[in-house]
C-alpha cells in the first residue's frame, strides 16, 4: 500500500518569509514527485517535479528530494499572502498512478 | 497552455441516478485519469486509461463506475446509480507518461440528494 503522508497545518507564516513544507513516502519504487497547490474549491496546481536526489529550484521555490529517507520538501521563499493555499505532495512509481498526500494548509500572514 | 477541460462544474442529482461526467484532454497526451476528492479529504486515485483500456482501477471505482473514451477525443466518467457518499469533486488529469506530471481539468463538483 502507498501512502503519502504530509502534516495537515496549518502553517502559518508572515509575509517575506520562508515556508517549509515536507512529505514522506512509503513506497520505495516511487520515482518521480510532485507538489501541487490547490486553492479552496478549485483543482490542483503543478508547481515542481523532482525526480533524483537534491535540490531543483525554480523562482521562488526550492523542491528537495531525499529517496534514502523517503524524504521530499518544498521551500517557498519570499512567501505572498497569494500562497496561502493547501499543497500536495504526490508520488508515483514509474508507470503507475499518481498517490497524493493529505495536503498541507499554508497560511502567509501580511 | 493547452487544458483540460471538464463539463459540467456542477452536478445535482438523486440518488440512484445516473450520471456522465465529461473530459477533453490535453490532444497529444495520451494518459487519461479520473481522480475524486471529497470535501476537505484528499484526493483520491480512481482509474487510469491508456490505449482505450484501463490500466489500473482502485477499489473506490466499483462495478457502479465506467469509463469511455466515446470519439477518440472526449473522455467519460459515468456512474450507474448514485448514492450520497459520491458527493465530491471528480478531477479529470492528462499526462504523458514517462514519470511526466498530470496536470487536471477545473473539476466537476457532484451533489447527490
Known amino acids: 500500500q502507498k501512502e503519502v503522508e504530509q502534516n495537515s497545518g496549518p502553517l502559518s507564516v508572515p509575509e517575506g518569509a520562508i515556508a517549509s513544507l515536507n512529505c514522506t513516502y512509503s513506497?520505495?519504487?516511487?520515482?518521480?514527485f510532485f507538489w501541487y497547490r490547490q486553492y479552496s474549491g478549485k483543482s490542483p496546481e503543478l508547481i515542481m517535479s523532482?525526480?533524483?536526489?537534491g535540490d531543483k529550484e525554480d523562482g521562488r521555490f526550492t523542491a528537495q528530494l531525499n529517496k534514502a529517507s523517503q524524504y521530499v520538501s518544498l521551500l517557498i521563499r519570499d512567501s505572498q499572502p497569494s500562497d496561502s493555499a493547501t499543497y500536495l505532495c504526490?508520488?508515483?512509481?514509474?508507470?503507475?498512478?499518481?498517490?497524493f498526500g493529505p495536503g498541507t494548509r499554508l497560511s502567509v500572514l501580511p | 497552455e493547452p487544458e483540460v477541460t471538464q463539463t459540467p462544474s456542477h452536478q445535482v442529482t438523486q440518488m440512484g441516478q445516473e450520471v456522465i461526467l465529461r473530459c477533453v484532454p490535453i490532444?497529444?497526451?495520451?494518459?487519461f485519469y479520473w481522480y475524486r476528492q471529497i470535501l476537505g479529504q484528499k484526493v483520491e486515485f480512481l482509474v487510469s486509461?491508456?490505449?482505450?483500456?484501463?490500466?489500473?482501477k482502485s477499489e473506490i471505482f466499483d462495478d457502479q463506475f465506467s469509463v469511455e473514451r466515446p470519439d477518440g477525443s472526449n473522455f467519460t466518467l459515468k456512474i450507474r446509480s448514485t448514492k450520497l457518499e459520491d458527493s465530491a469533486m471528480y478531477f479529470c488529469?492528462?499526462?504523458?507518461?514517462?514519470?511526466?506530471?498530470?496536470?487536471f481539468g477545473n473539476g466537476t463538483r457532484l451533489t447527490v440528494t
Open positions: 504526490a508520488a508515483s512509481p514509474y508507470g503507475q498512478n499518481f498517490v
Open positions: 513506497d520505495r519504487v516511487s520515482q518521480s
Open positions: 523532482i525526480y533524483s536526489n
Open positions: 490532444s497529444n497526451h495520451l494518459y
Open positions: 486509461f491508456y490505449n482505450n483500456e484501463i490500466s489500473e
Open positions: 488529469a492528462n499526462g504523458q507518461g514517462n514519470n511526466s506530471p498530470l496536470h
